[in-house]
């Protein structure tokens, strides 16, 4: 089976757990960078890095949970792993809520710290490939006439070439016309291919 690529980014005050952390990856060969705070991360991170981030969720300074706001405000889409003391269970959960992949308490099994780092590795790939696509349906969509974006807009809501033609004031022949025009430069197959692009675009911008 082929390892998820990116490189996990440990990010703890605690000197011992970052070693820890970091001796534990190099035995899976999985590549790793660590930072003892928060803003130390935030001024070496590029967004378009593959990876995942192992987080502790207490730290001086900023701290996990406020770098996890940062990150979402920033759309950063690098999944979270937080690590956390006994103590931290309501601050633990209301970063679960926020999206991230799990929380593990100290002192924590070696194998599941890894089970949760392939799974946020994978969850990485998955989500980078997912919002590619939705750019090339952007892009493709974006490529269309403003006429051609109101046919789409009323073929894929599942109008009949008719309704489209009476409701835009336009011949039913023009209709067919700018509708393969649509199929054509958005590389939908189908109908279905339509009504799926336009619901992928609607759930992106909320």
């Given at each position: 089976?082929t390892?998820?690529?990116?490189?996990?980014?440990?990010?703890?005050?605690?000197?011992p757990?970052?070693?820890?952390i970091?001796l534990?990856?190099?035995?899976?060969?999985?590549p790793?960078?660590?930072?003892?705070s928060?803003?130390?991360?935030?001024d070496a991170?590029?967004r378009?890095?593959?990876g995942a981030l192992?987080?502790?969720?207490?730290m001086?300074?900023?701290s996990?949970l406020?770098?996890?706001d940062?990150?979402?405000?920033?759309?950063a889409?690098?999944?979270?792993?937080?690590?956390?003391?006994?103590?931290?269970?309501?601050m633990?959960?209301?970063?679960?809520?926020?999206g991230?992949?799990d929380?593990i308490?100290?002192p924590?099994r070696?194998?599941e710290?890894?089970?949760?780092?392939?799974?946020?590795?994978?969850?990485?790939?998955?989500n980078r490939q997912?919002?590619?696509?939705?750019?090339?349906?952007r892009?493709?969509?974006?490529?269309?006439?403003?006429?051609?974006?109101?046919v789409?807009e009323r073929?894929a809501?599942?109008?009949a070439?008719?309704?489209?033609?009476?409701d835009?004031?336009?011949?039913?022949?023009?209709?067919?016309?700018?509708r393969?025009?649509v199929?054509?430069k958005t590389?939908a197959r189908?109908?279905a291919?339509?009504v799926?692009?336009?619901?992928?675009?609607?759930?992106?911008?909320?």
């Open positions: 089976m390892e998820p690529a990116g490189t996990v980014f440990v990010v703890d005050d605690d000197e757990v970052r070693d820890s970091g534990l990856l190099d035995t899976v060969d999985i790793h960078e660590s930072y003892a928060a803003q130390e991360f935030l991170y590029e378009n890095r593959t192992v987080l502790d969720i207490r001086p300074g900023m996990g406020e770098l996890q940062h990150l979402i405000a920033e759309k889409p690098i999944p979270i792993i937080f690590i956390t003391g006994h103590g931290d269970s309501p633990a959960v209301e970063a679960m809520k926020k991230a992949v929380f308490r100290k924590f070696d194998q710290l890894l089970d949760r780092i392939h799974e946020a590795l994978s969850m990485d790939e998955e997912s919002f590619a696509d939705l750019e090339e349906i892009k493709r969509v974006d490529s269309l006439t403003p006429r051609e974006q109101e789409f073929v809501e599942g109008q070439n008719k309704v489209v033609a009476i835009l004031s336009i011949s039913e022949r023009t209709v067919e016309i700018h393969s025009q199929m054509q590389q189908s109908l291919d339509l799926k692009m336009k619901i992928r675009l609607e759930q992106a911008n909320g």
